[in-house]
Antibody, heavy 121, light 108 residues
Framework: QVQLVQSGAEVKKPGASVKVSCKAS????????THWVRQAPGQGPVWMGW????????KFAQKFQGRVTLITDTSINTAYMELNNLRFDDTAVYYC??????????????WGQGTLVTVSS | EIVLTQSPVTLSSSPGERATLSCRAS???????LAWYQQKPGQAPRLLIY???SRATGIPDRFSGSGSGTDFTLTISRLEPEDFAVYYC??????????FGPGTKVDI
């Protein structure tokens, strides 16, 4: 079935980096943008950025510009999100999500299960 | 940047009742670019409505969306026990970026 499976929980120290993976299955990976969204405890989702797996083009929310890297490995249908210089307030669940290909619609129809990243000294 | 405001913050209801959730944008949003999601504890958000009023695959017809411009509404015609959750609106903006609202919690 169509799904996104993410890597497991991470605990990092302030200033470190974290890399989260998102493996797609059940659909043509290069036909859909992959987005990354994070959600701090008790808060709403915050969009971080997208990557076009077909071209490698990316777009980021201004809040994360310069601190996040998005890449894909199309040979294994996997997207990666790397966040650098971690701060305590980066503690959150990080989701990857597939953008729908319904013409003219920019929404996320398939989500990964989420990866909890905890920043703690 | 467009800011989305949702009201109420919490909606206390009972099974069988009608629930009306509001999403207001700080400036006009194309209806094509407005979506609604449902999120239950410990789960990822689930797409309910796209293009302001189109139900996503597998979404029951008790869920409906409406609105245009700056005011959008998600209506649940008769609440089922599994509908008690948090609901978020989301918009896609002209700068190719996405914004979520702060959410409305529907609880008993």
């Amino acid at each position: 079935q169509v799904q996104l499976v993410q890597s497991g929980a991470e605990v990092k120290k302030p200033g470190a980096s974290v890399k989260v993976s998102c493996k797609a299955s059940g659909y043509t990976f290069t036909n859909h943008y992959t987005h990354w969204v994070r959600q701090a405890p008790g808060q709403g989702p915050v969009w971080m950025g997208w990557i076009n797996p077909n071209t490698g083009n990316t777009k980021f929310a201004q809040k994360f510009q310069g601190r996040v890297t998005l890449i894909t490995d199309t040979s294994i249908n996997t997207a990666y999100m790397e966040l650098n210089n971690l701060r305590f307030d980066d503690t959150a669940v990080y989701y990857c999500a597939r953008e729908t290909t319904i013409i003219g619609v920019r929404a996320f129809d398939i989500w990964g299960q989420g990866t909890l990243v905890t920043v703690s000294s | 940047e467009i800011v989305l405001t949702q009201s109420p913050v919490t909606l206390s209801s009972s099974p069988g009742e009608r629930a009306t959730l509001s999403c207001r944008a700080s400036q006009s949003v194309s209806s094509s670019d407005l979506a609604w999601y449902q999120q239950k504890p410990g789960q990822a958000p689930r797409l309910l409505i796209y293009r302001a009023s189109s139900r996503a695959t597998g979404i029951p017809d008790r869920f409906s969306g409406s609105g245009s411009g700056t005011d959008f509404t998600l209506t649940i015609s008769r609440l089922e026990p599994e509908d008690f959750a948090v609901y978020y609106c989301q918009q896609y903006g002209s700068s190719q970026t996405f914004t979520f609202g702060p959410g409305t919690k529907v609880d008993i």
